[in-house]
């Protein structure tokens, strides 16, 4: 058989094997060497022995064919730490029985109905200090993205927690068939115990002894589900409920979102950007999903004709007692005339879009001239703290079943990002490091007014010689 | 194995939603916690909105039972909301009262739509992460049981929205909220000499926003105490810089006026009027009075549909702090980024 140059990248320590390419594909495939590059230049933690630190890279020639099941080489007795269940002796909880009371469910009571180590929680609040350790983001071979292990300050309570992504189906709807298919897989697998919505838009299954990782995976993904979004890359992307269930929706949001997975799931599962970023796509400016605080990349619909107003059904809602005078007072853009008789009149260049009058008064709705903005750099931490996103493109069509040109837009300010952007800068720091100015050059954006909140008061205009120079020309 | 994407919309919708997909004309609030959704077709789909625990953490009995419920009255599915809610959708319109009932028997409220408090989102904290400096779920099943007259009921000015974050990593999403409640740090991250043989210590310098973390002699670094901030960038990039916090250091910031939505006054992030509260397990009463606090004063003062952020906008700093009777501190304005003078005035238009 002839041979083939591997590539392995394992734990310097005791050798797991983390991934591995062969020589032929890290020179065809640009994203294989980024993400080769991108883990060589980073410090991991080992799944295997725990220990962080700079993976090594080893070169063999091994028989070509399938690649055959990673080896794994057996962990140094000494720093193995598998992580698993311990048994756990039942032991008082006042903290946590205190939190038990009440009419609200309570998480506490729950955490006791399953596995979960309860006295890392109660002594946690008993001392007022967290008591798990460091941890973060594994990979394992065929496994990239949407494993997670955290370490215990007492392992004499427990040795830590190994746990996994799973990415919310479309609007965050579950059947019980599939729902009770996860059940299980926590049961068999893991403390029995779900973290239904992670505020990134994750499920995820805490409690997942090492060895039972790849089980665990293989049966998630056999129940149609999949995982991702830890590491540097497209975080799961969240949408509004928009169409299934909400009449105030300006694009299809479960389509659109279902449309970015098929294009940009491999950025989802191989980490190999600066920083995380994350994507968050609303229906309409109310913004459900929080995409302007939370979002790296936000598309929020919009339209910009006049709001749609049915007389009618806004007459007899006035009539049945609704609240037309505080609808018309608070209305941001003061564009909204109500007279009875008369009926609604709203001025299209006071009305600023913003959905109040929509969400208050049956019989307004959205007007039919509908597209997306898309907004970038919102956060809630990084370095500079939390910032609102920016507009960056006040409009485009968004037009299934494949969005080119909206993905197309994501996908250009992502690679901007990505070629410029410092190791863990995220996008908004990023924008502020180098000044919006500088970021609309390398994206290529238009001109817009949409983008302004307001112009400059000072005149320190920078001019290129060559645009002098062209405008002496003329 | 991973690479098959997000299950199919045509695998996760339930039967109604399929037969009105973008086809919803209107909405209107039944009752706390019920909404009714009208579609071109003239079907009407009832939503039964139910609180579920803090931090979305449900052991999988009660999940099971869940959707045993789910079978029995939405058509076997069930949603998970932005806010962490769990809906029942397209439930007939003569069993909601059972199914209310149902759910309060398992300790399950409904509420939490259009004016009232909606459920509360947080983030995991002690239950499973190194950053916390306090424990957001907790604090948030204190809030709820003294706010479950709000949720339960549509008497507040507009929608109240109460999150917490266990650190100021914000994965609670404590800024984007009504009221915010924000784990802090007031120590300095330790430096254990061993671990930091493994560390990238260029990465870990360069991503401290005031560059405290300084080079002291061969492969070891010094933190300058008068610079720290204690974000603590450098505990999330390196285990050598961890763990920070302790019992009488780590406390509770309380922000307000966040909100997404355009309506209004448009989108904000929170804004600091508390830098600092104590740890109190297990119901934080300095962290539970202060919010009452400015929710009463809220409620007493707004006007409809006036959200959180945008009365204190209309009614200004210096009355909010005067209503609220909270103190007001320096650390509100501190000089860590270049924007301190964007939070202090310009004009002389006080209200006194
Ligand atoms: C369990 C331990 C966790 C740790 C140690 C952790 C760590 C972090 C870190 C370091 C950041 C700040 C990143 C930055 O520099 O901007 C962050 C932010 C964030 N994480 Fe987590 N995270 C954890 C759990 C989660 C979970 C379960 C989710 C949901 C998928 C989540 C969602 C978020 C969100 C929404 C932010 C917010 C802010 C932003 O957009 O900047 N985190 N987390
Ligand atoms: S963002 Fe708009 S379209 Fe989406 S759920 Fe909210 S109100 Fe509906
Ligand atoms: S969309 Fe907003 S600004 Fe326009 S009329 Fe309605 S409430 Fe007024
Ligand atoms: S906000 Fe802080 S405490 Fe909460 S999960 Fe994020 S890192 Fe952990
Ligand atoms: S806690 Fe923050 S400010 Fe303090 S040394 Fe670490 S990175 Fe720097």
């Not at chain 1, 300050?153 to 729902?179: H, L, Q, W, Y």
Request: glycine share 10%; with cysteine.
């Amino acid at each position: 058989m002839p041979t083939m140059e591997k590539i392995k990248l394992c734990c310097a320590k005791c050798g797991f094997v983390i991934e591995e390419y062969t020589a032929e594909e890290l020179a065809a495939v640009p994203r294989k060497a980024k993400r080769y590059q991108y883990l060589k230049n980073k410090s991991s933690i080992c799944p295997s022995c725990l220990a962080s630190g700079r993976l090594s890279d080893i070169r063999v020639n091994e028989e070509s064919g399938p690649v055959g099941a990673p080896r794994v080489a057996a962990p140094a007795s000494s720093t193995a730490a598998p992580v698993g269940h311990e048994e756990h002796a039942v032991s008082p909880t006042p903290m946590m029985d205190a939190m038990s009371q009440g009419r609200f469910p309570s998480h506490a009571a729950e955490l006791k109905k399953t596995k979960y180590p309860v006295q890392m929680y109660e002594q946690a609040l008993q001392k007022r200090r967290t008591q798990w350790g460091y941890g973060g983001y594994v990979s394992l071979p065929g496994v990239a993205s949407g494993v997670l292990v955290r370490s215990s300050a007492r392992p004499e309570i427990t040795k830590g927690s190994n746990f996994v992504r799973i990415m919310d189906p479309c609007g965050n709807f579950f059947s019980t068939a599939s729902m009770r298919g996860l059940c299980d897989i926590a049961d068999k697998y893991a403390y029995g115990l779900l973290h239904l919505l992670s505020t990134g838009g994750d499920l995820e299954l805490l409690g997942i002894p090492t060895e039972n990782l790849k089980p665990a995976v293989e049966e998630i993904t056999n129940l149609g589900f999949d995982i991702g979004s830890t590491g540097d890359d497209y975080r799961t992307s969240e949408e509004c409920i928009g169409p299934a269930k909400c009449d105030l929706t300006l694009y299809d949001t479960l389509g659109l979102r279902a449309a970015w997975y098929k294009r940009f799931l491999d950025d989802v599962q191989y980490p190999r950007f600066p920083h995380k970023i994350k994507c968050k796509f609303a229906g309409c400016p109310n913004d459900c999903v929080r995409g302007c605080q939370k979002a790296d990349i936000f598309l929020c619909g919009v339209y910009r004709d006049a709001p749609q107003v049915d007389q009618q059904k806004v007459a007899k809602w006035v009539e049945a007692g609704g609240d037309i005078t505080t609808v018309c007072s608070r209305c941001p853009g003061q564009a909204m005339q109500w007279e009875s008789g008369k009926g609604l009149r709203i001025d299209e260049d006071s009305c600023m879009h913003c959905m109040y009058c929509s969400n208050k008064v049956p019989g307004v709705r959205p007007g039919g001239d509908r597209g997306v903005a898309v907004l970038v750099g919102g956060k809630l931490r990084g370095k500079f703290g939390p910032m609102l996103s920016r507009v960056l493109v006040p409009f485009i069509k968004a037009e299934g079943p494949d969005y080119k040109e909206v993905f197309d837009c994501i996908e250009k300010f992502t690679e901007v990002y990505d070629a410029n952007a410092r190791k863990k800068e995220r996008v908004g720091d990023f924008i502020l490091r180098i000044g919006i100015d500088e970021f609309y050059k390398l994206s290529g954006v238009e001109p817009a007014p949409q983008l302004l909140a307001q112009p400059r008061t000072n005149f320190f205009c920078h001019w290129e010689v060559e645009e002098v120079m062209d405008e002496r020309k003329r | 194995m991973p690479g098959i994407g997000i299950p199919s919309l045509e695998a996760s919708l339930p039967p109604i939603v399929k037969r009105n997909y973008g086809k919803w004309t209107s909405h209107d609030h039944i009752r706390p916690g019920v909404i009714k959704h009208d579609a071109e077709s003239g079907e009407a789909c009832y939503t039964v909105r139910a609180a579920m625990p803090p931090n979305a953490r449900v052991s999988t009995p009660t999940m099971r039972m869940l959707c045993g419920l789910a079978d029995e009255f939405s058509e076997g599915f069930f949603r998970v909301t932005q806010r962490n809610s769990i809906e029942f959708v397209g439930v007939p319109v003569g069993r909601i009262e059972e199914l209310i009932a149902r759910l309060a028997g398992h300790g399950f409220p409904v509420g939490g739509t259009n004016r009232s408090l909606h459920n509360m989102t947080c983030c995991t904290g002690y239950m499973h992460c190194h950053l916390a400096a306090t424990d957001p779920a907790a604090i948030v099943k204190a809030i709820s049981e003294m706010l479950i007259k709000e949720y339960e009921t549509d008497c507040l000015p507009a929608g109240l929205k109460i999150s917490g974050s266990g650190c100021i990593n914000n994965c609670g999403e404590g800024s984007c909220a009504d009221i915010g409640i924000v784990g802090v740090h007031r120590d300095l991250p330790p430096i254990n000499a061993e671990k930091l043989k493994g560390c990238e210590l260029p990465l870990v310098i360069s991503v401290c926003p005031v560059g405290a973390i300084k080079p002291k002699g061969p492969g070891m670094v010094e933190i300058d105490p008068k610079k720290c901030i204690h974000c603590p960038a450098c505990s999330v990039a390196c285990a050598a810089f961890a763990p920070i916090g302790s019992a009488n250091g780590d406390g509770v910031a309380i922000v307000v006026g966040g909100k997404s939505s355009n309506t209004g006054d448009g989108p904000a992030l929170a804004k600091m009027v508390i830098p600092y509260l104590p740890n109190n397990p297990p119901h934080w009463p300095e962290v539970t009075e202060v919010v009452r606090k400015i929710v009463d004063t809220w409620v007493a003062n707004a006007h409809r549909d006036e959200r959180v952020g945008e009365w204190i906008n209309r009614i200004g700093w210096e009355k909010f702090y005067q209503r609220t009777g909270l103190k007001m501190s320096f650390k509100v304005v501190d000089g860590y980024d270049q924007r301190s003078l964007e939070y202090v005035r310009s004009n002389v238009r006080f209200r006194w």
